[in-house]
């Protein structure tokens, strides 16, 4: 039917990053040598990358999208959040093999999009606005720069226009709302308030076992991630002392001011 046919001509093909991190619960402790993290914890998939993925599906729900990809790239057990993309409602996933993952750097992964972009032609990339490992809120921007492509962060809305040429967001910015016109293909950084992730179904996890993950390594991609920097120090934040209670506002006041020294 004619309806059929524009939905395969305009709908879009998503790529969408899933990090494995370091479960948001877990306090994460240096490692021996103070060079890295205690790696043996529970891992999961990076909060804004959940948020990511659950936006990517929505607009393919809403008939805006053709396919959603999931790309995650690290070691062996990354498969284990390209199966949760999956059982939300991925229709594929990418897993992009690098077993030391503390000097994968964002404009490694960055690279690696960028050429998963041209292979898989994708429309669009939307990607969280940071891990909860490292923070560094850079791969997104850095791909979009390598791209060329238009680039919205940090948002908190996404709508995509009938045609799929253009695409309308909301951004959070310090003062407040931005509210910006993107032209396709395009990055995103997805935001906390962008949705709230759906919990996968044990059908949908049964499913999501049958569904493809396509292997590859950097050098099949023809991508150098060797690191630019190194780490020479980690160390955990001093703790802190125990409070103590005071009998009068001039014992805080002469407190503050001859031993905490902030007055």
Known sequence: SIAYLFFETMALRILVGCKRVIDYAVKARVAAGGLSVVKDVKHS???F??????EAIRLKEAKKAG???AVSCGPAKSSEVLRTALAMGADRAIH????????????????IFS????DQQADLVILGKQAIDDDSNQTAQMLAGLKNWSQGTFISSINVADDAKSVSITREVDG???SLSLSIPAVISADLRLNEPRYATLPNIMKAKKKKIDTF?????????SPRQSIT??????????????????????????EAKVL
């Open 45 to 47: 998939l990076n909060p």
């Open 49 to 54: 990358d959940e948020i990511a993925v659950e």
């Open 67 to 69: 396919e959603v990809i």
């Open 96 to 111: 992009v093999t690098v077993e030391d993952t503390d000097t994968l750097e964002p404009l490694a992964v960055a690279k």
């Open 115 to 118: 050429k998963l972009a041209d």
């Open 176 to 178: 407040g709302l931005e």
């Open 217 to 225: 390594t950097p050098e099949d991609l023809g991508v150098d991630v």
């Open 233 to 258: 120090k980690l160390e955990e934040p001093a703790a802190r002392s125990a409070g103590i209670v005071v009998g009068s506002v001039d014992e805080l006041i002469d407190k503050l001011k001859n």
